[in-house]
């Protein structure tokens, strides 16, 4: 009982945290400002202009309630969580450097490969298929890619918070189904409520963008949690096994690659670079028949919490791992199809 009070008392303090820090990082434009000619380059959705900081809210919020925990809990949840923290600060102060310098995508990609490298020697990393080399290289790849495919989404207000609510709901579900430490709970729950103020003022029209501070920051913690809830205890058993337990654990990253796969492609086939930002994401094109932003908000919430559903049945359920795959498989397909179809109608022929 007394925990439960305890994670009440710092979801209020976290909350309040990340309202008031917001309130003030709406008013601070100065890196964005400086910035604005270079990104006017791009061709992008809303006003670059506007503070690109919102991520600093989640990160002083999650330092903040780290430290007070310490005085509420016997197991020192801060030297527990060192190596998380660490990891979220370093990644923090990449991103920062490159919303202030706009840095190539080369050197994007070299800060996402250290990250990866610090994940692995953390113990972050997942023997997929039980082969150390080859799974050093799968985890490096799986890393990159959920970088990647989280700040190509960033693209539109409100978009990515609308998908990134339902996974860290699902973490602070499953941390409870599974009993685990409380700094896992605790990390879930500052970054749900996190998200959630974020949306009041990232919701269209935004007054804020969380920026890559923000976007490779949730999608670190998204690794770091994926793999403490649901593959700190995986032992390979199989191919089979295998997938089904990816697909389980990972099926809230679908839109988000089915987007990234989507843009890839059109880039491509245009000759364009695939690093440099357009308006020809899934968020663009929905907006041109469902006309309103809240309404793409809404849908993909819904299909995010539809996915995460499914995810979660299949983990409890006693289905074969047969009949699993072909579930997967199904969904999978639909939503290809679905996203894709109405891309294709609706995305720029140029």
Not at 38 to 43: D, T
Not at 158 to 183: E, H, K, Q, V
């Amino acid at each position: 009982m007394t925990n439960q009070i305890t994670l009440i008392v710092l979801f209020f303090f976290s909350s309040s945290i990340s309202y008031f820090l917001l309130k003030i990082l709406v008013n601070y434009k100065k890196i964005s400002n400086d910035n604005f000619l270079k990104r006017s380059r791009l061709v992008r959705w809303g006003n670059s202009s506007k503070s690109h900081l919102g991520g600093i809210s989640f990160l002083i919020s999650f330092l903040f309630i780290s430290l007070i925990s310490n005085f509420f809990y016997e197991d020192y949840i801060f030297i527990k969580n060192l190596q998380i923290i660490s990891l979220i600060l370093l990644t923090c102060f990449f991103s920062l450097l490159d919303d202030i310098l706009l840095l190539s995508a080369k050197f994007k990609i070299l800060f996402q490969f250290l990250i990866s490298i610090l994940l692995i020697l953390f113990e972050f990393k997942v023997n997929f298929i039980n082969n150390y080399y080859l799974d050093i290289v799968l985890n490096i790849l799986f890393f990159i890619a959920v970088f990647n495919i989280t700040n190509f989404f960033d693209n539109f207000d409100g978009a990515l918070t609308s998908l990134y609510i339902p996974i860290f709901l699902y973490f602070l579900i499953f941390s409870y189904i599974f009993d685990l430490n409380i700094y896992i709970k605790l990390i879930s729950l500052v970054y749900f409520f996190s998200l959630i103020i974020f949306y009041y003022f990232n919701s269209f029209p935004s007054k804020i963008f969380m920026g890559d501070i923000g976007s490779s920051q949730i999608a670190l913690v998204s690794i770091i949690l994926g793999y403490e809830i649901f593959w700190k205890s995986y032992v390979f058993e199989g191919y089979a096994n295998f997938f089904v337990s990816f697909f389980e654990n990972y099926i809230f990253y679908m839109i988000l690659a089915i987007d990234s796969f989507l843009v890839i492609i059109y880039r491509t086939t245009l000759k364009k670079p695939i690093f440099i930002g357009d308006t020809n994401h899934l968020s663009h094109v929905f907006i041109k028949f469902l006309k309103k932003p809240y309404k793409f908000c809404l849908t993909i919430f819904a299909s995010q919490l539809f996915l995460i559903f499914c995810g979660a049945y299949i983990k409890l359920s006693s289905l074969k791992y047969n009949n699993k795959i072909s579930f997967f498989l199904i969904v999978l397909i639909f939503f290809i199809c679905i996203y894709t179809i109405i891309y294709s109608k609706n995305v720029k022929k140029k």
